[in-house]
């Protein structure tokens, strides 16, 4: 693991282990592997699915069951953040020590594009205080067609 995903690992994990503690739960070695494997996933986005896949091969296995409760864990626990896409289409993606963005999502690939916009957030924030609206958080989804299929369509 390279040093710096590796001070990154040593943090969620004991950030992790103490809202476990809090909760009379045990940071288990399956909970740890669980973390430490979502750190190495090359996707920033990823379905419950994506993660039970990259334990398939490995020994000893840990369960569909075990990784999706985990999930439920890590997101009660602030570390993740669930976003839902529709029915079968929820990600999960790492919220610690991340800056505030928003999702496009292509509806024929499913590829997750982010992005960050000051005009938006201002937006957002006006069109609020119109309301006399405090919002705490939000989350912008723009759904549609990516670059790639866009491309393939024209053909
Ligand atoms: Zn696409
Ligand atoms: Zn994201």
Redesign the pocket.
């Known amino acids: 693991m390279p040093r710096a995903v590796k001070a990154v690992a040593t943090e969620l994990l004991g950030k992790f282990d103490s809202y476990l503690q809090r909760k009379s739960l045990k940071l288990t070695a399956q909970r740890r592997r669980i973390v430490e494997q979502i750190l190495g996933m090359d996707k920033t986005h990823f379905a419950a699915d994506d993660l039970v896949d990259e334990f398939r091969d490995q020994k000893p296995r840990v369960s569909k069951a075990t990784v999706y409760r985990a999930l439920g864990v890590l997101v009660e626990a602030g570390i993740l953040e669930q976003h839902d896409f529709g029915e079968s289409h929820k990600v999960f993606e790492l919220s610690e020590g991340r800056d505030h963005h928003d999702h496009c999502m292509?509806?024929?690939?499913?590829?997750i594009i982010e992005f960050h916009s000051d005009e938006m957030e201002a937006l957002q924030e006006r069109v609020a205080a119109g309301l006399g609206f405090h919002p705490t958080h939000h989350s912008q989804k723009i759904f549609g067609?990516?670059?790639?299929?866009?491309k393939q369509g024209q053909r």
Not at 106 to 111: A, E, I, L, N, P
Not at 145 to 150: A, L, Q
């Open positions: 292509c509806t024929r690939c499913g590829k067609i990516c670059k790639d299929c866009w």
